[in-house]
């Protein structure tokens, strides 16, 4: 037997208090990454998973200027010239 899960409520409390305790610990830590939108923090987000946070603010400058949307990006076909330097290590 298993125990139940928790409610929503219990979940963001913890996420809460989660939270408060971070910013307790690390009143200074900040992103080093630049974004203007969920969808830019997001694909900088996986990007620098594979290099470092400079090489991914370099090329995602250039990425969102030339793609503003979701829309835009699903657009891009796997011979678009660059490409692959997005996600090169």
Not at 32 to 45: D, I, M, R
Request: glycine fraction near 2%; charged fraction near 25%.
């Amino acid at each position: 037997m298993g125990h139940a899960a928790p409610t929503q409520t219990a979940l963001v409390r913890r996420a809460r208090r989660i939270n408060r305790e971070l910013a307790r610990l690390n009143p200074d830590a900040h992103i080093e990454l630049n974004f203007t939108s969920p969808l830019e923090l997001l694909v900088a987000a996986i990007l620098s998973a594979h290099t470092t946070d400079r090489q991914v603010n370099e090329v995602t400058r250039v990425l969102f200027a030339r793609y503003r949307s979701a829309a835009d990006a699903c657009a891009l076909s796997v011979s678009t010239p660059g490409r692959r330097r997005c996600v090169r290590r």
